[in-house]
């Protein structure tokens, strides 16, 4: 079946440097890319989506990028803080072409933030 | 506005046994689903509901029943537990497929 593969699964970064999470999709038809953050013990949460008519969306310290043609999106945290540390999770909209759309999810990336 | 709620928090069930999980949603969304989240598998879709009265089965649907007879709320059934339901499950809620998912506190099942 169509899927989502996210990479890395950990990720560590000092206080203040960028973090970057890449994921990749395989259904041709997908078209909405959102990811979702889930601090401990916490429900996930919406961060930044993305729709396949646009390459690059911002909202202060995290941008998402959209290469359709690589079937690849990435999350990018600047500057980061103590508070971005939490589990990050990638999806992708699939079964735009049978009428059953849904999200499916990668398997996410658990961030720390070294102080 | 409480926005998506689920109840119980916490469940412990023996093999065999049965239990609903209830999930509620005061934004008036038409489509809403069930996962189960697991160490390392992400966010796997149980069952998920397009509108009142419709239920149509995602990625891991076996060992378990949905329904939505209102549109407020969805339920999530198991008939018979087994060890391998122990999971934390989220019901979440949307405008449509391709809009934000909001989702409840999470249910913490342990099957013994």
């Known amino acids: 079946g169509e899927n989502v593969e996210q990479h890395p699964s950990t990720l560590s970064v000092q206080e203040g440097d960028s973090a970057v999470i890449k994921c990749t999709y395989s259904d041709s038809a997908s078209n909405y890319f959102p990811w979702y953050k889930q601090e401990l013990g916490k429900r996930p949460q919406l961060i930044i989506d993305?729709?396949?008519?646009?390459g690059e969306k911002k909202d202060q310290r995290i941008a998402v990028t959209l290469n359709k043609t690589a079937k690849h999106f990435s999350l990018h945290i600047t500057e980061t803080q103590p508070e971005d540390s939490a589990v990050y999770f990638c999806a992708a909209s699939i079964g735009a072409n049978f009428g059953n759309e849904k999200l499916t999810f990668g398997t996410g990336t658990r961030l720390t933030i070294i102080p | 506005n409480a926005g998506v709620t689920q109840t119980p928090k916490f469940r412990v069930l023996k093999t065999g046994q049965s239990m609903t999980l209830l999930c509620a949603q005061d934004?008036?969304?038409?489509?809403m689903y069930w996962y189960r989240q697991d160490p390392g598998m992400g966010l796997r879709l149980i069952h998920y509901?397009?509108?009142?009265?419709?239920?149509a089965k995602g990625e891991v649907p076996d060992g378990y029943n949905v329904s939505r007879l209102k549109k407020q709320n969805f339920l999530l059934g198991l008939e018979s537990a087994a060890p391998s339901q122990t999971s934390v499950y989220f019901c979440a809620s949307s405008y449509g497929p391709v809009y934000e998912q909001y989702f409840g506190p999470g249910t913490r099942l342990t099957v013994t």
């Open positions: 509901s397009v509108g009142e009265g419709t239920t």
């Open positions: 993305i729709r396949s008519n646009v």
């Open positions: 934004m008036n969304h038409e489509y």
